[in-house]
Structure formats: structure tokens, C-alpha cells
């Protein structure tokens, strides 16, 4: 993808000199530097890391209009199973009910109130079902920005039977993205520092990492492990940070995969 303006200007000169007949005996197209088209293709490939999962997934619901390899949920079903009630398939309640669920919004509509306020109805995803919700004038006028077609939500609210249809209705109360709720729900965030790490510059990246995430509330730990011995250390007050995926990226590609963790 990162080749393709490269490789469509190249297609688009060779359809050219193949319509004037510029094409010579070498096969020389009219390209900087008079190169052939193996070597064109060659000086203008771009190395670029693999797309991740999630680039992949935008790419796919951009280019064909659905998830067509996942379905994006599924990275963070992990986490939520930590702080989320249930899925929506084991939604089970037999009065109002709170609880907390998560999924993917497919649907939106919004309307006027009976005393003209906006408000809106949505619908989530989780891969096991789909629920509908309310969305009323007050938290509605709070939380409009998330509500966006195929966003992640983490929503708090109450579910109840539907005497009507039978199923289920739900109102939301609280409603966050994926970066908010790990916010609200986190403990702590844990980076695991071996003795070879904390050498070699190590304690002034982790602090360039950090500083631009910080004034959240969630505190950090270092995890300190070395042969003879074993620590846990909080990092102070100034050093609560905003878990986001960003920043957890980040202190991945520093501490290696799988050495970064939330802890709810």
C-alpha cells in the first residue's frame, strides 16, 4: 500500500508510451534517470513494517465495507472479560438490572425526546449478540461524540426485560471508549524489567515514554526481576498516566511483547 501512488504513476506512464509507441528496444520507459520497468519497480518499492491488525481491519471495513478476516473486538475480548458483567448472549436478567457490556456500534438512530430534547437509540456488537439501548436527552448531550458507527463502547447501564417484544432494553448511564474504560477500571499498569533492561539508558526511555501520557489517574509499577532478586516498585503520584493503546504500544516496543499488562 505504502507503493501504490509509485505503482499506479508507473502503470499509468506505460499506458502512455504504449499508446504513443515511446516504448524503445530496450524496454527504457520515459522515467527518471531512464530506468527499465524491473528496475523502476525495483527503486520504488517502499519497505514498510506489516500492517497490524488494526490498520488491517480499517483497511478491510474501508475498501469492501465489512470486517472481512476479524472482527475488532476480538483483540481486547481478553482485557474486557476482566471488567465487563457479561457478554451480550449470557444477558440474563429478570428485573432491572446493572451491568457493564462492551461491543461494537453497528447501528444509530437518533431522535427528539417527547419534550424535544435530542437523544439516541444504538446498537452493540460483541461477536456473541446484539442488544439495543437507550441513550437519554442528559447522557446523550455527555457522551454524543463516542457514539460513532463501528467505535468500540464500553457502556454501564441497566437491563431489564422487554414486556413487549419479549427480548431485552437496556439504558445506558455511563458510556466509554476502550482507552476511558481501561482508565475507570484499571488498577494499576505493570511493566516487567528484567536485570539486563534496566541498564543502558533503559530508566530515561521509560521516562520519555511515559511523560506524555501522564496526569491520568492510573498508577505504574515496575516489576523488577534479577537473579538474586525481586522487586515491585510504584512509580510516584506524577507518574499516573492515561493507559491508552498508545502508550501501551509504546512500552511494548521498549520492554518487549507480552512484559506490559493492566491489572483490574
Known amino acids: 500500500m505504502?507503493?501504490?501512488?509509485?505503482?499506479?504513476?508507473?502503470a499509468e506512464q506505460h499506458s502512455r508510451n504504449d499508446a504513443a509507441g515511446q516504448e524503445d528496444l530496450f524496454g527504457v520507459f520515459a522515467v527518471p534517470g531512464g530506468v527499465s520497468e524491473n528496475e523502476a519497480h525495483e527503486t520504488r518499492y517502499v519497505e514498510t513494517p506489516e500492517w497490524n491488525e488494526e490498520q488491517r481491519l480499517t483497511g478491510e471495513k474501508e475498501t469492501l465495507g465489512l470486517y472481512l478476516t476479524g472482527h475488532p473486538i476480538v483483540r481486547y475480548e481478553h482485557e474486557l472479560a476482566r471488567f465487563i458483567s457479561a457478554r451480550i448472549v449470557d444477558l440474563k436478567p429478570g428485573r432491572d438490572q446493572s451491568v457493564v457490556i462492551a461491543g461494537l456500534v453497528v447501528a444509530m438512530r437518533a431522535m427528539m425526546s417527547r419534550k424535544g430534547d435530542r437523544m439516541a437509540?444504538?446498537?452493540?456488537?460483541?461477536?456473541?449478540?446484539r442488544i439495543e439501548l437507550a441513550v437519554f436527552p442528559e447522557n446523550f448531550r455527555q457522551y454524543r461524540n463516542l457514539i460513532i458507527k463501528d467505535k468500540l463502547l464500553v457502556v454501564e447501564g441497566t437491563v431489564s426485560v422487554d414486556e413487549y417484544s419479549g427480548g431485552f432494553k437496556m439504558s445506558a448511564d455511563k458510556i466509554f471508549d476502550i482507552d476511558q474504560a481501561r482508565e475507570a477500571y484499571a488498577k494499576r499498569l505493570v511493566i516487567d524489567v528484567e536485570e539486563q533492561q534496566a541498564s543502558n539508558g533503559f530508566v530515561g526511555e521509560l521516562a520519555q515514554r511515559l511523560a506524555p501520557f501522564r496526569e491520568g489517574v492510573c498508577p505504574v509499577w515496575i516489576e523488577y526481576r534479577a537473579p538474586t532478586a525481586r522487586a515491585q516498585l510504584a512509580l510516584g503520584q506524577e507518574w499516573r498516566v492515561h493507559p491508552s493503546d498508545e502508550l501501551l504500544h509504546r512500552l511494548q516496543e521498549l520492554a518487549g511483547e507480552g512484559r506490559v499488562r493492566v491489572v483490574y
Do not use: M
Open 2 to 10: 505504502a507503493s501504490l501512488t509509485a505503482a499506479t504513476q508507473l
Open 121 to 129: 437509540f444504538i446498537t452493540l456488537d460483541d461477536r456473541s449478540g
